[in-house]
């Protein structure tokens, strides 16, 4: 069992930066990837970054401004996010996954409760 917990959320101006954390439980976490996740209100959840033991993944809308990342030795996994725009708005959940190489919701193993990010225009 897994649990996440995702801190960092809160309410910023368009175009400024927050930064996501998600710590994980567990004495196995760099064996699982790790994902994040958002919905935005009345929109269907989706993928907006991934982490694997070797790569990392992205949504077009968020390239180039997003950045994943994690630090096993704190068991955590961080979302930097900056450029934020009014459309960021939504709430970020962490996922994480052992087995596939998809980031489709129905792959993840384990998810978070999820933290809001506000971004005012």
């Known amino acids: 069992q897994v649990q996440l917990v995702e801190s960092g959320g809160g309410l910023v101006q368009a175009g400024g930066s927050l930064r996501l954390s998600c710590a994980a439980s567990?004495?196995?976490?760099?064996?699982?990837?790790m994902g994040w996740f958002r919905q935005a209100p009345g929109k269907e959840r989706e993928f907006v970054a991934g982490?694997?033991?070797?790569?990392?993944y992205y949504v077009d809308s968020v390239k180039g401004r997003f950045t994943i990342s994690r630090d096993n030795a704190k068991n955590t996994v961080y979302l930097q996010m900056n450029s934020l725009k009014p459309e960021d708005t939504a709430v970020y959940y962490c996922?994480?996954?052992?087995?596939?190489?998809?980031?489709?919701?129905?792959?993840?193993?384990?998810w978070g409760k999820g933290t809001l990010v506000t971004v005012s225009s």
């Open positions: 996922a994480s996954r052992r087995h596939g190489s998809r980031w489709a919701q129905e792959d993840m193993d384990y």
């Open positions: 567990g004495r196995t976490f760099s064996t699982y990837a």
């Open positions: 982490i694997s033991w070797s790569a990392t």
